[in-house]
T-cell receptor, first 110, second 115 residues
């Protein structure tokens, strides 16, 4: 599985868009990019995933570069409840194992 | 619809003892994965069960074993506990359906403290 690199921490003002970057330069053509988040004292929560195309759901948008070596998770209107550790994960097609790094700690402030 | 449930929520054990943690998957899910999360770290994959068999295993010793029951619930057993086994143990359920692989739903975890 490809390794991911994320900044350790980021801040965002409430109501603004939060853009969380992730580098996965060694990703293979059939590996998916997943994003999870973990709010303090809770289990991780699935957010979104993609292969090649940009994806959007009710929680967030995922932008994957054309060469697939990096991606950005976008929370369009961050709220205080979005304060959490965000994990970017690359998963191969034949495994269910999720390899978590240390993630990005996003702090949303009023 | 209940999500993933785990029991107990907290547990304190002594070195050398054995512990069993339990997990009930989200309704409709048939696959259960277990993760260990040390303080300040991301979760680490222990193993996954499907159809009552271990499908994948992470880099954990044989002291860590598991079981899945016909109703898809699962147990994690740890023998000969070490101080380093103190962690949050997370259970995640998912569907073997290829379309949804990777979408895992996590329980709140069991906090294990080994003294």
């Amino acid at each position: 599985d490809a390794k991911t690199t994320q900044p350790p921490s980021m801040d965002c003002a409430e109501g603004r868009a939060a853009n969380l970057p992730c580098n996965h330069s060694t990703i293979s053509g059939n590996e998916y990019v997943y994003w999870y988040r973990q709010i303090h004292s809770q289990g991780p929560q699935y957010i979104i995933h993609g292969l090649k195309n940009n994806e959007t759901n009710e929680m967030a948008s995922l932008i994957i570069t054309e060469d697939r070596k990096s991606s950005t998770l976008i929370l369009p209107h961050a709220t205080l409840r979005d304060t959490a550790v965000y994990y970017c994960i690359v998963r191969g097609p034949n495994t269910d194992k999720l390899i978590f790094g240390t993630g990005t700690r996003l702090q949303v402030f009023p | 619809d209940a999500g993933v449930t785990q029991s107990p929520t907290h547990l304190i054990k002594t070195r050398g003892q054995q512990v069993t943690l339990r997990c009930s998957p989200k309704s409709g899910h048939d696959t259960v994965s277990w993760y260990q999360q040390a303080l300040g770290q991301g979760p680490q994959f222990i193993f996954q069960y499907y159809e009552e068999e271990e499908r994948q295993r992470g880099n954990f010793p044989d002291r860590f074993s598991g079981h899945q029951f016909p109703n898809y619930s699962s147990e994690l057993n740890v023998n000969a506990l070490l101080l380093g086994d103190s962690a949050l143990y997370l259970c995640a359920s998912s569907s073997i359906n290829r379309e949804y692989r990777g979408e895992q739903y996590f329980g709140p975890g069991t906090r294990l403290t080994v003294t």
